[in-house]
């Protein structure tokens, strides 16, 4: 039982390229999300999928896309990226549906992408 | 609208003492509180949790809240802090029937001193 994966654990990127990070849980939640955290900004969120099936936007999601490609995994896409986006990037996943917020949420190790 | 504030950037206490760290909230309705832990260079670890059952929280390493409707706090306790323990941690608020309105503070980054 791995619990939260997420690939790569570091990216370096020049300004307007692309990349994908990869997200997947073994433990058949229903609910996964995509964070960044900076520094002395705690965690915001950038996109979650309540189900398999649905995504939507969080606090940022600007430059960002999401695919929820099956109940495990839940990727996210910079189609060109920003210095801004500079980050270190976490998934985490959640066992219930969107209606239930009493859940614990479980977090990868994270990704640090630097964009130059 | 609901937030999160933990009121402490950083804390530093010697090993053997007590920890505080402290959180307030403000949310509309009934909200769900949790401490998260990030050890560094690790993903958040969940240490305890309070969901409208008893408002004295046990958590893992010895670590406790309490839930103070009145103050609208939920700080976080431990007897004697440990080298261990030095991490940053989160406050997180949630409102019931929106698993998407989940709301981190910003973090306590805690030092222990030898």
């Known amino acids: 039982n791995a619990g939260v994966t997420q690939t790569p654990k570091f990216q370096v990127l020049k300004t307007g390229q692309s990349m994908t990070l990869q997200c997947a849980q073994d433990?058949?939640?229903?609910?996964m999300y995509w964070y960044r955290q900076d520094p002395g900004m705690g965690l915001r969120l950038i996109y979650y999928?309540?189900?398999?099936?649905?995504?939507d936007k969080g606090e940022v999601p600007n430059g960002y896309n999401v695919s929820r490609l099956n109940k495990r995994e839940f990727s996210l896409r910079l189609e060109s990226a920003a210095p801004s986006q500079t980050s270190v990037y976490f998934c985490?996943?959640?066992?219930?549906?969107?209606?239930?917020?009493?859940?614990?949420?479980?977090f990868g190790p994270g990704t640090r992408l630097t964009v130059l | 609208a609901q937030s999160v504030t933990q009121l402490d950037s950083h804390v530093s206490v010697s090993e053997g003492t007590p920890v505080l760290l402290r959180c307030n909230y403000s949310?509309?309705?009934?909200?769900?509180l949790f401490w998260y832990v990030q050890h560094p260079n690790k993903g958040l670890q969940l240490l305890l949790k309070?969901?409208?059952?008893?408002?004295l929280v046990k958590g893992i390493n010895g670590f406790e809240a309490e839930f103070k409707k009145s103050e609208t706090s939920f700080h976080l306790t431990k007897p004697s802090a440990h080298m261990s323990d030095a991490a940053e941690y989160f406050c997180?608020?949630?409102?019931?029937?929106?698993?998407?309105?989940?709301?981190f503070g910003s973090g306590t980054r805690l030092s222990i001193r030898p």
């Open positions: 985490a996943s959640l066992l219930g549906l969107a209606a239930t917020s009493t859940d614990t949420q479980y």
């Open positions: 433990m058949n939640h229903n609910s």
């Open positions: 999928s309540a189900s398999e099936g649905t995504t």
């Open positions: 949310s509309s309705y009934s909200p769900s």
């Open positions: 309070y969901t409208s059952a008893a408002t």
């Open positions: 997180v608020v949630t409102q019931y029937s929106s698993a998407s309105k989940i709301i």
